[in-house]
Every structure is written in C-alpha cells, then in structure tokens.
C-alpha cells in the first residue's frame, strides 16, 4: 500500500506525464536497448520497434 502523500504525488504529476508520455515512452525504449541490445533480438517485436508502435 502506497502512502497518501506518495498517491498525492503521484497524482500531481499524471497532467505533466501525460503531457509527454510519447517522448518518455520512447527515450525510455532507446535507452533500455543501448543498455541491453539483446532485448531487442529475443523479447521486442522489431518491426514495432521501428514504427514506434511498441511504445505506444
């Protein structure tokens, strides 16, 4: 169970997340493939990949 002031937070912030949530969705893809390329070979759909679909 989450505290309320930490729910309170989160819930602050969804405007803002929400805002941007395709340019976070997607630098957190990049970054999670530069970090573990093997990911992208066994686990992740490349062609979604691509198109940006997965992240969506």
Known sequence: ???VRA???VADSL???SARI???AA??????FEE??????RLFNRRNQVSG????
Do not use: F, K, N, W
């Open 22 to 24: 395709q340019e976070i």
């Open 27 to 32: 630098r957190s893809y990049q970054t999670m």
């Open 53 to 56: 679909e997965q992240q969506a």
């Open 36 to 41: 573990r390329p093997d990911l992208l070979h």
């Open 1 to 3: 169970m989450i505290s």
């Open 7 to 9: 729910r309170d937070a």
């Open 15 to 17: 405007p803002a997340v």
